[in-house]
């Protein structure tokens, strides 16, 4: 039977291709889908049918998933990691840009010339006004990157290129992302750091408990007068009532965001995008096929790619039949398992076992299909989270 895969935003028709019609079916609603496909959809816990097996982000945050509720489900949450940073890194370039020179209010006073007719009469005008647009070189000044994974290192980069010192701070940096990072960025210790050494601070990072807030009254403070913040993560991760605190007073001389609030529409020191960071062929392209990609993968082999809540595992297929097993990380639950599958004489021909925090899960390859009543034994054992037999 067609897997049903319900789409919970436009997904780009690219990735939607990765998943065949003779074996997918994909629609915008469905009673009992097999899995989710989304982007920045408002994901409720009640909206995830009993059926779903798995979640998918065409994107990096997911933050818009109840992944606590997924994890207690034993629904894996796959996110496209680094799909996406490219497009970031330009837009974070035009950011630091539009931050450092009058492109805006250039813009806005030619715009206002409109319907003019006389040539000479105009550029009399331009030469007498430009002076208000002055801005001042990106070229040797300090830039700090908060978050040094996909997006910050390609951010690092990029002002490395412009000229800029960059300074880093990242408590959490994977070995791959530190590999990936150029020996130029100069390490700070701790956040506050970066924020006293930098002229423009940019944030990528991902709002969770422990960033929600995290550029508050103090950081602010110790950025350096005149300095400029850069926010294309997520709105969350900046206390708002403290950056207008420090857009009043002066101190931060303009905020520069992919996340518009009502507060801070309309202000002159605040440049606002609609939530464009991703919004590019080719962003919503690679992320559409990386999150479409790992979903097959996962629905028909039970493989596990980049997910936020279930631990990474891959196992070539060995033979037709294999049992996918989430249970909670605690002793002697596979051994149960195991032992049901020996009583069964069933053999086991390769197997995978990976926990992550409270979850564990295993790939078991068997030599043949076991009876409904033997899985229904498997699903009763205390701590199974839930089995599926994927053949
Ligand atoms: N504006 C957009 O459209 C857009 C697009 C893509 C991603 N994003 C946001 O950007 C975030 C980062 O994306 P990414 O692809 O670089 O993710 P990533 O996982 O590759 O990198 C995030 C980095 O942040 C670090 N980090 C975690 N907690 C931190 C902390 N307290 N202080 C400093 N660093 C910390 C992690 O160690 C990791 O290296 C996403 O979570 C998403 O919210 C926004
Ligand atoms: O899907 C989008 O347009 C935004 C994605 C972006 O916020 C992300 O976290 O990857």
């Not at 997904?11 to 939607?16: A, D, N, P, R, T």
């Not at 408002?42 to 982000?57: D, M, T």
């Not at 996406?84 to 209010?105: D, H, T, Y």
Request: glycine share 8%; net charge negative.
């Amino acid at each position: 039977m067609a897997k049903r895969i319900l789409t919970l935003n436009q997904i780009s028709v690219k990735g939607l291709e990765r998943l065949p019609r003779d074996s997918y079916e994909i629609a915008s609603e469905f009673a009992h889908p097999d899995a989710i496909l989304l982007r920045s959809h408002k994901l409720q816990a009640e909206e995830i049918p009993e059926s779903v097996l798995g979640i998918a982000r065409a994107g990096a945050g997911v933050n818009n998933i109840p992944v606590v509720e997924c994890t207690r489900r034993g629904i894996p949450v796959f996110n496209s990691p680094g799909a996406n940073a490219n497009a970031v890194k330009e837009l974070v370039a035009a950011g630091l840009l539009l931050g450092s020179r009058g492109i805006i209010e250039g813009l806005d006073y030619v715009a206002g010339l409109a319907g003019t007719t006389d040539a000479s009469w105009l550029h009399q005008e331009l030469e007498a006004h430009k002076k208000q647009f002055k801005g001042s070189e990106l070229r040797g000044k300090t830039l700090g990157v908060v978050g040094l994974g996909a997006i910050g290192s390609l951010v690092a980069d990029m002002a490395l290129t412009m000229g800029m010192e960059v300074i880093g701070y990242d408590p959490a940096l994977s070995v791959d992302a530190a590999w990936r990072l150029s020996s130029q960025v100069r390490k700070a210790d701790t956040l506050s750091a970066v924020f006293a050494r930098s002229d423009y601070v940019t944030l990528h990072l991902p709002v969770l408990d422990s960033t929600r807030g995290l550029v508050n009254s103090e950081l602010l403070g110790a950025m350096r007068p005149d300095g400029c913040l850069l926010n294309f993560a997520r709105q969350e991760i900046v206390d708002h009532d403290a950056l207008l605190a420090a857009l009043e007073t002066g101190h931060l001389r303009k905020y520069i965001a992919d996340f518009p609030t009502p507060e801070l529409l309309g202000r002159s020191d605040v440049i606002l995008m609609p939530h464009i960071g991703a919004s590019t062929d080719e962003a919503e392209e690679n992320c559409a096929i990386m999150a479409a990609d790992q979903l097959r993968d996962f629905l028909e082999n039970g493989n596990i790619r980049n997910s936020v809540n279930f631990p990474m595992l891959q196992l070539e297929r060995a033979g037709s039949c294999r049992l996918a097993i989430t249970n909670t990380n605690v002793p002697k639950i596979l051994g149960s398992v195991l032992a049901i599958l020996a009583e069964l004489n069933i053999n086991v021909l390769d197997m995978l076992n990976k926990s992550r925090d409270e979850l564990a899960y295993n790939l078991i390859d068997i030599d043949c299909t076991p009876s409904d009543e033997s899985l229904a034994r498997m699903r009763a054992l205390t701590g199974v989270i839930n089995v599926r037999l994927i053949s």
